[in-house]
């Protein structure tokens, strides 16, 4: 075998462990490796000619193993010290994730007891081992051993089950894990709200523990639904697999429809009563749904006799020789400074005292604003509805009062869980939405979507994420059933990369999660569902068949 890393090539004649092959470059930041594109823990074996990358935490990668490791870390030690806790690992806020025990009350002095625990553990530096096991011998195990600490949710779809072991403790973590407790030396634990929050450094410092952001409306929007969804007893892939064997699955998703719709008429609802409002803003992540969101938001407000007229931002961008650049030197058409906030705030600030404007038409070509005679002006009964990447910013509407606005914050924020103790990430709901709208209305290959997300991603956490908790409501675009639906979708299309390109562990990890769902028939979801604005058939939007 010729197994090269960096500039190294070594040769081979038996498998080895990428530890004891790099084990004069491998220091204590490393955590993981990349072996021919795919991410494995460091005592992974090669067999076959590779390319190895040793992964620390200020990588993505990297730092999904580190939040792994310390969530297992914090798991043997509620084990050690409160071993009837159930523990629930809900969701992710600011560098953290939160959980809850559900049958004890979470008190200051248990965390306080288990922070120390913690500590101890990660300061032996204890192995943690990896036992692969068959889907029967799995129950077999669970059958006859009882978890201490969890209520493990066996899928029938897996092929196979990783257990990690760590002296008498054991979970299951959905991904590769470091080989010792000892790497996850940065955290914090602490009581908050009903639950806890287990902090992990952010990506930008990996190796210092900063300061806590708190999230108050996201935190109670992702409350809301989960409690939804705990009552309809529906919170775990596991459990959804039931509903569609059962055959009670049509039911539950005219259930989560219906909640969208509901939530739809009380925010139409809280914005006829503001008596003063003119102009309602839109913003979200990519592949939140803005497009059918706001189209459902204008049905809802025309009842209440109010005529929302929307206006693009798009057409606001500055000339292109005034347009910033980035520090690669590339035009950056994300940030704020791209729009023509002057320009722009006036034709608002007219437009809202009756008068009549000529709207600008950008053309991205030339890159420069043409006019051609089109004009706008605003009835008495008709409001702004404005969907964009900056409308939670109070700089792109500087000019327009705070009372006359409002923001909503729009977002997937899923709520379903793989089981109690491995989460779905919001990120990743977002991503399949993505990939399964690129290549049927885009003409994008799973490749070219997983390729260009990472910089979908830094655009998001630059202009949105610091301002959601700007929003004056927020609407959880999540649809419990979603995953399931889209599955025969998005699994064909990753399955088309191969391991010759970076993004191959991506699209296998992607595989391997969407796997564990029973597939939902199209037929069952209705036409008006927002998932329709990404699998197609939407009465909201007119299909367009791909370049």
């Known amino acids: 075998m010729r197994i090269t890393y960096e500039e190294k090539i070594f040769e081979s004649s038996q498998p080895i462990k990428v530890n004891e092959l790099l084990k004069d470059d ?3 930041k490393h955590i993981a490796c990349i072996v021919n594109n795919q991410v ?15 992964l620390d935490t200020s990588t993505k990668e990297g730092r999904s193993v580190y939040i792994r490791g310390i969530m297992f870390v914090m798991g043997k030690a509620f084990a050690d010290c409160y071993p009837k806790a159930l523990l629930s690992v809900n969701y992710q806020l600011h560098n953290s994730m939160f959980c809850q025990i559900d049958n004890m009350k979470v008190t200051t002095e248990m965390i306080d007891k288990v922070r120390e625990r913690m500590k101890q553990i990660i300061k032996a530096d204890l192995p943690i081992t990896k036992t692969v096991m068959s889907l029967e011998e799995a129950k077999a195990f669970y059958a ?3 978890n201490a600490n969890g209520r493990f949710q066996i899928n029938n779809h897996a092929k196979e089950i990783s257990l990690y072991f760590c002296g008498d403790y054991y979970n299951y973590l959905y991904g590769p894990m470091p080989l010792s407790t000892g790497i996850v030396k940065y955290f914090e634990i602490e009581k908050y709200k009903d639950g806890y929050l287990v902090r992990y450094p952010d990506k930008t410092k990996p190796y210092e523990m900063g300061e806590y952001k708190e999230t108050k409306k996201l935190l ?3 409350d809301e639904y989960d409690d939804i969804y705990r009552l309809l007893n529906v919170n775990t892939v596991h ?11 049509n039911d539950f998703i005219l259930l989560s429809e219906a909640l969208h ?7 139409a609802d809280k914005i006829a009563r503001k008596s003063n409002v003119k102009m309602v803003l839109i913003a979200g992540p990519s592949s939140s749904g803005k497009t059918t969101f706001a189209r459902k938001l204008s049905l809802g407000l025309r009842l209440k006799g109010i005529k929302p007229v929307t206006i693009s931002v798009d057409n606001y961008f500055v000339e292109r020789k005034d347009n910033p650049k980035d520090e690669f030197g590339n035009y950056d058409f994300e940030c704020i400074e791209a729009i023509d906030l002057k320009l722009f705030n006036e034709h608002l600030v007219k437009l809202l005292n009756g008068e009549t404007i000529e709207v600008p038409k950008f053309d991205f070509k030339v890159g420069t604003k043409c006019y051609d005679g089109t004009t706008m002006s605003l009835a008495k009964d008709e409001i702004l509805v404005i969907e964009g990447i900056h409308c939670l910013n109070d700089r792109l509407t500087q000019a327009i009062p705070k009372d006359e606005k409002v923001k909503i914050y729009i977002s997937d924020l899923t709520v379903l869980n793989i089981d109690y103790f491995n989460r779905i990430s919001t990120t990743d709901t977002r991503l399949i939405r993505r990939i399964v709208r690129d290549y049927k209305y885009r003409g994008y290959d799973a490749l070219s979507t997983l390729k260009s997300w990472y910089s979908v991603n830094r655009g998001e956490e630059k202009y949105i994420y610091p301002y959601q908790e700007e929003a004056d409501y927020m609407f959880n675009s999540s649809l419990i059933y979603e995953l399931a639906a889209e599955k025969k979708y998005a699994v064909p299309l990753l399955k088309e990369i191969d391991n010759t390109h970076k993004e191959y562990g991506e699209a296998q990890r992607l595989i391997k999660f969407l796997e564990y769902f029973d597939d939902i028939p199209d ?3 209705p036409n008006t569902s927002l998932l329709r604005e990404f699998i197609g058939g939407s009465i909201y939007h007119k299909e367009t068949k791909k370049k």
């Open 26 to 28: 491998i220091n204590e």
């Open 40 to 54: 494995h823990a460091l005592d992974y074996e090669i067999r076959e000619d590779s390319k190895i990358e040793l």
């Open 144 to 146: 006859h051993s009882k």
């Open 220 to 222: 109670a929007t992702f």
């Open 239 to 249: 459990k959804l697999n039931k509903k569609v064997e059962n055959g009670e699955i």
């Open 261 to 267: 719709e509901k939530k739809i008429s009380i925010l």
């Open 523 to 525: 037929d069952d979801i």
